[in-house]
């Protein structure tokens, strides 16, 4: 999808779409959302639904942070203390490594 | 993939180490280049894990297997060598036989510079002794306890195998295999002399001869958390892994007097004298468990024990059933002596406790010094009264006979030595003795150990005798086992309330030797005419390992050669026989055996029945469940995919074969450059 080729209404309305979505549990969905309308938000001369935009941007942005936090705390603690858990670290598990703790 | 390592070889063709990459695409190419670079090495055996309720045991690999150049272990600059000064680590360590013991395996464990090791299995450099297994062999299973003879509990009176250094109880983190066969080793040897010699202390220049060792357990860390994830696999898995499977195994046992097998629980108007012994062994190493003294020299005697009984016991059988048992699994926690006695208690056997009068157990009895053999008894259970006067019966009539031996009975407060009389002692205070060659430790200076074999047990032949002769030759073990199963014999018609005048008859024959090395002329087994002596290890029974394990199977046929009588079923009746009235299912079993063998053929096939049965060796806690009893064996055995061994040239230093850590950490680059790159495909969106 090439935004240079589409109308504002149309940008704003996909944005917010990505930026509903994301509350759906994904937040790549949010990623995306900033990774591509980061310089519709910032760096384009002003533009009707730019203030919009720009917010959204915002909240996806804060959210993903959010995401991203929580999901390296939870991944560096159970990569971590997985071992020392025993059954709990067995049940939360999917595949177990043969052969080690 | 596979255009791209085409490529690379073309590009870098002197190169080794690219040519992995070739063997990865399918086609000729592969095979023939692989067969190039690897020697494979097919006569080796592992050590493999095993669990206990709080451990692991035993040796692991990577699951790529364990990469380092071979160096040979002969002298202590080798050792320093290879732990700290040499240039090449990880090494491969070839291991003499006289370095195989517990200071330099604890000083391999805590090196990062091992790979792995490789012992040359030889009796030159043997040491005095070498005993594998713990100082006190099954201390935690047996009936001393803290409420049972506490003060007797732990070896704190008697250390049974002082020599015991308890490798075979150790964890290692890398692959430790054994080297049987000495022309393998010669190809090695050979190898490490043309490539990794040092030359006037200077480090030897690539190429380099290198070893990779497969030996990737799926067990950790105990056996509540491998059942739990075996058990997890089988549930939600589409592809369950096993993890460990239990040790298990068949007990064998007979009695003069048939017992009714179908009948379970007490059985009416029998009074029984159980004679028992071990059958099995264990070592370091995965399946081989010679077991001479340990275990072999119980089990002829008590075969040479029933054949001398047999004759007598048929003409006039004395009042009391003699119930004859061979225990499987007791190098491991008693796996066989306690499912018997826990069938026992549960009215699931076709006797139980109640029916028993008195036990006498041989223990090991190859090794006697002179002429002594010693009764061992239990102190706890003879201070109640009763037990104490019919131990002291016992004893009294074991002496009776002691013509050629002298009996003795260590001192009072001495506790039994690890036998399986201790798991009925736990139930029930039965009387009863063990027989040894030993007072105090033992004599066997290679307790469960690879070099406790024939030549352990003083087992030699004149050197002019071709293998036919061997099988009737008499050998001074023979005859000193022959005189102790005289003794158990006599003994046990007159415990079992016979007549002293038919005791005449009753000799063993000192031929009954050749069980050990050879099979009967009567009775061929086609699996059991492997190459080399018979290895004792429980194994895992049926399930995994096919028909009965080898050794228990053997001694069922002897058992049935010794005790039964010839019928005239055919094939289908011996098969069925509940369809012929005169048989009986319940008494006896029925095996179809090849006859005696001529000078032309084999023999005809006929059918023979004796009460000879099985009874199922695994451990009660696999059967209730309890992972982490501390009353019962839960040893269970790893499970593997493949276990291998081969030897290649390293050309050039390559840290991605020499390194297993670099290995990880190049795959770890790979991935993050990968990202990296995905990373900015998307900012161009």
């Known amino acids: 999808m090439n935004l240079e080729r589409m109308p504002n209404e149309e940008k704003l309305s996909l944005c917010r779409r990505y930026y509903l979505g994301g509350f759906a549990f994904l937040p790549f969905l949010w990623l995306v959302n900033v990774l591509w309308f980061f310089k519709e938000a910032f760096l384009k001369p002003a533009y009707t639904e730019q203030p919009q935009i720009k917010s959204y941007i915002k909240k996806s942005a804060m959210g993903l942070i959010l995401w991203v936090a929580v999901l390296t705390t939870w991944i560096t603690i159970f990569q971590h203390f997985r071992a020392r858990w025993g059954e709990v670290g067995d049940y939360l598990s999917f595949t177990i490594p043969l052969g080690t703790a | ?685």
């Open chain 2, 1 to 685: 993939m596979y255009v791209v390592c085409i490529i690379r070889v073309i590009m870098v063709s002197s190169s080794m180490s690219r040519v992995m990459c070739v063997s990865a695409a399918a086609g000729v190419l592969s095979s023939s280049v692989e067969q190039k670079i690897y020697v494979e090495l097919n006569e080796t055996v592992p050590c493999v894990r095993l669990l206990n309720a709080t451990h692991q045991i035993g040796c692991q690999s990577s699951i790529s297997g364990d990469t380092g150049v071979l160096h040979v272990l002969e002298t202590e600059s080798d050792l320093d060598w290879i732990l700290s000064s040499g240039p090449h680590p990880p090494y491969m360590v070839i291991m003499e036989t006289a370095f195989f013991n517990r200071s330099v395996m604890m000083r391999m464990k805590n090196s990062s510079r091992v790979a792995g090791v490789a012992v040359i299995v030889s009796k030159t450099g043997l040491a005095d002794n070498f005993s594998p297994h713990t100082t006190c062999p099954n201390q935690n299973t047996g009936v001393y306890s803290a409420s049972y003879g506490s003060d007797l509990a732990n070896c704190n009176v008697t250390m049974w195998n002082p020599l015991g250094n308890g490798l075979s109880y150790e964890d290692f983190a890398f692959p430790v295999f054994a080297l049987k066969d000495e022309n393998q080793t010669q190809v090695i040897r050979k190898c490490y002399q043309d490539h990794n010699l040092r030359v006037n202390g200077s480090a030897p220049q690539y190429p380099l001869c290198a070893m990779q060792l497969f030996s990737h357990m799926h067990a950790a860390t105990d056996t509540v958390t491998c059942m739990r994830r075996t058990d997890l696999q089988n549930r939600f898995s589409i592809n369950p892994e096993v993890l460990c499977d239990p040790l298990s195994d068949f007990n064998v046992w007979t009695s003069t007097r048939p017992l009714n097998n179908s009948a379970k629980g007490h059985a009416a108007n029998e009074s029984v004298v159980i004679a028992a012994t071990r059958l099995d062994g264990r070592s370091f190493f995965w399946e081989q468990a010679p077991s001479a003294e340990g275990t072999v020299s119980g089990i002829v005697t008590l075969l040479a024990t029933i054949q001398a009984l047999s004759p007598v016991t048929q003409e006039a059988p004395p009042p009391r059933n003699i119930f004859f048992s061979f225990f499987q699994g007791e190098a491991f926690d008693y796996i066989g002596s306690s499912k018997m006695v826990y069938d026992m208690e549960r009215n699931d056997f076709v006797i139980d406790l109640n029916n028993v009068h008195s036990m006498l157990e041989i223990g090991q009895v190859g090794l006697r010094r002179g002429r002594s053999l010693w009764m061992h008894s239990d102190p706890v259970s003879r201070q109640n009264k009763s037990v104490d006067t019919e131990v002291s019966e016992e004893e009294r009539k074991l002496s009776l006979f002691s013509h050629a031996l002298s009996l003795d009975q260590p001192s009072v407060s001495q506790p039994l030595p690890p036998s399986s009389f201790q798991r009925f002692l736990r139930v029930r205070g039965i009387p009863g003795l063990v027989l040894a060659d030993h007072n105090t430790s033992f004599n066997n200076r290679y307790y469960e150990s690879l070099y406790d074999d024939a030549e352990n047990l003083n087992v030699t032949y004149p050197p002019d005798l071709s293998p036919d002769e061997q099988l009737v030759y008499e050998t001074d073990a023979a005859k000193s086992l022959a005189e102790v199963a005289t003794l158990v014999a006599r003994s046990l018609y007159i415990q079992a309330g016979g007549e002293k005048k038919n005791l005449n008859n009753i000799t063993a024959d000192p031929k009954i030797w050749f069980l050990h090395q050879h099979v009967s002329d009567c009775v061929r087994l086609l699996w059991f005419l492997g190459s080399g002596p018979p290895q004792f290890y429980i194994g895992l029974g049926p399930r995994i390992h096919g028909p009965v394990h080898s050794v228990t199977r053997f001694v069922q046929y002897i058992l049935a050669n010794l005790t039964g009588t010839v019928t005239n079923l055919t094939e289908s009746q011996c098969q069925n026989p509940s369809e012929v009235n005169t048989e009986n299912k319940d008494l006896f079993s029925y095996f179809w055996v090849s006859g005696p063998a001529s000078v032309n053929n084999t023999g005809e096939p006929f059918c023979r029945s004796a009460s000879v049965r099985l009874s199922k060796a695994v451990s009660p806690a696999f059967e209730l469940l309890e992972y982490g009893s501390p009353n019962y064996s839960i040893i269970p055995q790893s499970r593997w995919k493949s276990i291998r061994a081969r030897i290649f040239p390293i050309f050039k230093y390559c840290p991605l074969l020499t390194n297993h850590t670099s290995m990880e950490s190049f795959r770890k680059w790979t991935l993050m450059t990968g990202f990296v790159v995905q990373g900015h495909k998307w900012t161009c969106l």
